[in-house]
């Protein structure tokens, strides 16, 4: 499975993320971490903050839209696992992120730039544990 080199896209994802959490914290002073936002949705704790966590996951259900409407093409997308293996990685993913106080966007994003001590520690862990589950799955189990 080849990786895909994309220096220009990523770097504008990247500075459309970090405008996003600058603009959230500037407006509301909360924090860009997707899971916290979801969560928030699910698990309501305060009903006034609703409206902007169902924006954002809006947003972000809606963007390849606006990708089409901007380009005229969607999105490519691949998803090499079947819809079973998904809702299992996405239940790995919330366990995860309820364990690490945390989300990857969460801590890599926002925490990392207000130096959080936590979020210091759970970056790399992240990246050290997606670097050795990428090379089991792609060198030792060989899909």
């Not at 909360?30 to 969560?39: D, E, K, P, V, Y």
């Not at 959080?116 to 790399?124: L, M, Y």
Request: charged share 5%; proline share 4%.
């Amino acid at each position: 499975m080849e990786t895909l080199f994309t220096p220009f896209t990523s770097l504008g994802g990247g500075l459309l993320i970090g405008l996003g959490a600058v603009l959230l914290m500037l407006g509301l002073g909360r924090i860009l971490g997707a899971t916290g936002i979801m969560s928030g949705i699910v698990f309501a704790e305060n009903g006034g903050e609703f409206a902007w966590r169902a924006a954002m996951v809006a947003g972000m259900i809606l963007a390849p839209g606006f990708i089409f409407l901007v380009t005229g093409a969607m999105p490519e997308l691949s998803v090499p696992v079947s819809p079973a293996m998904i809702v299992i990685g996405g239940v790995i993913v919330g366990f995860g992120a309820s364990l690490g106080s945390g989300c990857t966007s969460g801590h890599g994003v926002c925490g990392l730039s207000r130096l959080s001590v936590r979020s210091i520690v759970a970056v790399p862990t992240f990246m050290l544990t997606a670097a050795i589950t990428v090379y089991l799955i792609r060198h030792v189990f060989g899909a």
